[in-house]
T-cell receptor, first 114, second 114 residues
Framework: DTEVTQTPKHLVMGMTNKKSLKCEQH?????MYWYKQKAKKPPELMFV???????INESVPSRFSPECPNSSLLNLHLHALQPEDSALYLC?????????????FGSGTQLSVL | GDSVTQMEGPVTLSEEAFLTINCTYTATGYPSLFWYVQYPGEGLQLLLK?????DKGSNKGFEATYRKETTSFHLEKGSVQVSDSAVYFC?????????????FGRGTSLIVHP
């Protein structure tokens, strides 16, 4: 299994809603990442988990809350989002943060905030 | 800091034309270099990579050579197909004192007409 699976594929939420994005991989990777991608732009790093501990937080607003319950799962909890948070949210994994190996990306969750 | 510069798109070609997408980089150390491809509605997939000077990465007819003297990693394909239409991202990962977090270029959109 060389896939990173993200759910849901599409999400529409209001500014007062609470929702969660989910990401799962079964490749034994120990580093997992959340990226935000606006249309026609490169992915922007949000968070990195290494061995289930948050190792990088790129000054992301607190309305985004990551969680890594175990080595295979990564969640992104969303609360009180703004319309400008509408974007494609990509999860990725790699064997470990301390390597120069490629990242495996999921297909993303297309988020629309109304 | 590290940076990746890609040619601005879109690049529009007819089927079977020759493709070049330029990529140059700035890094303090000795990075690994990657090309990722993103098809519409999907996440990023690794296309090819090179880890040391003069290495040539290749996959699906695409090639790129790590040129340390010109700090470049240009993507080429001899004969493009309509199915190659996508956004192509050049990226580097710097280890050995770096963060091992990929730095992406802006992306170059390729449109191939029949």
């Amino acid at each position: 299994d060389t896939e990173v699976t993200q759910t849901p594929k599409h999400l529409v939420m209001g500014m007062t809603n609470k929702k969660s994005l989910k990401c799962e991989q079964h490749m034994g990777h120990r580093a997992m990442y959340w990226y935000k991608q606006k249309a026609k732009k490169p992915p922007e790093l949000m968070f990195v988990y290494s061995y289930e501990k948050l190792s990088i937080n790129e000054s992301v607003p607190s309305r985004f809350s990551p969680e890594c319950p175990n080595s295979s799962l990564l969640n992104l909890h969303l609360h009180a989002l703004q319309p400008e948070d509408s974007a494609l949210y990509l999860c990725a994994s790699s064997p470990g943060q301390g390597t120069n190996e490629k990242l495996f990306f999921g297909s993303g969750t297309q988020l629309s905030v109304l | 800091g590290d940076s990746v510069t890609q040619m601005e798109g879109p690049v529009t070609l007819s089927e079977e034309a020759f493709l070049t997408i330029n990529c140059t980089y700035t890094a303090t150390g000795y990075p690994s270099l990657f090309w990722y491809v993103q098809y519409p509605g999907e996440g990023l997939q690794l296309l090819l990579k090179a880890t040391k000077a003069d290495d040539k990465g290749s996959n699906k007819g695409f090639e790129a050579t790590y040129r340390k003297e010109t700090t470049s990693f240009h993507l080429e394909k001899g004969s493009v197909q309509v199915s190659d239409s996508a956004v192509y991202f050049c990226a580097l990962i710097e280890g050995s004192g770096g963060s091992y977090i990929p730095t992406f270029g802006r992306g170059t959109s390729l449109i191939v007409h029949p």
